[in-house]
């Protein structure tokens, strides 16, 4: 039986994908803290837990 895998390329270019936001959510002492950052800055809001 052949082998039909591909052989990998080790040259390979990495992909033009780039990160465009990070962001991470807390609960804490009855508060939601939520923060983003972006290539533009970074914002955050401090909201009381279950507010939307």
């Known amino acids: 039986m052949a082998d039909l895998a591909m052989p990998s390329r080790s040259s390979a270019p990495p992909p033009s994908r780039r990160l465009v936001a ?20 970074v914002t955050g809001t401090i909201r009381p837990d279950g507010a939307r």
């Not at 959510?25 to 533009?40: D, E, K, N, S, Y």
């Open 22 to 41: 990070a962001g991470t959510i807390r609960h804490r002492g009855g508060r939601t803290i939520t923060v983003r950052a972006t290539p533009a800055g």
